[in-house]
């Protein structure tokens, strides 16, 4: 998402992208209606201006881009919301491991937790398992390492 950063005597804020260039027109329009009177606006670039008012007042507004950055983790229906690599994933708890015992057609060698992609709140797309044995980069792993915090 897009706004100014607005910068006046040193001190910055972000601005809207509406309010930048609302105080660019008001600028541009100065002297009417007993607004603060320009001394000088000159353009930084075609999106970027600086301001001097007659008061000793300078701004200048930059266009930059801002990062919304999500919450690390959140739940969603008891599960974990994780951000790895850019992308939100739904976490099962962990499942611990059991071990073979005699007479059992089926046992859980390792660890392991369940993950989806997560779309507005909800699972989507193949059920995953993550554990600790893969590979170091990988999704899965980053998923492990995160909800093992």
Request: net charge positive; glycine share 10%; charged share 25%.
């Amino acid at each position: 998402m897009k706004v100014y950063t607005r910068t006046e005597n040193g001190t910055a804020t972000e601005v809207s992208l509406k309010d930048g260039l609302s105080e660019i027109n008001h600028a541009q329009l100065s002297g009417r209606n007993g607004q603060r009177k320009v001394r000088r606006m000159s353009s930084i670039s075609r999106t970027d201006f600086a301001i001097e008012y007659q008061d000793g007042g300078k701004v200048t507004l930059i266009v930059t881009e801002k990062t919304e950055e999500a919450p690390a983790e959140a739940e969603s229906k008891g599960r974990r919301i994780v951000t790895v690599k850019g992308k939100r994933y739904i976490a099962t708890g962990i499942t611990p491991a059991k071990p073979k015992t005699p007479g059992c057609v089926s046992w859980i060698p390792e660890a392991y937790l369940s993950y989806w992609t997560e779309r507005n709140g909800e699972t989507f797309g193949a059920t995953r398992h993550a554990t600790a044995s893969n590979k170091p980069g990988t999704v899965g792993r980053a998923i492990w390492d995160a909800v093992n915090r």
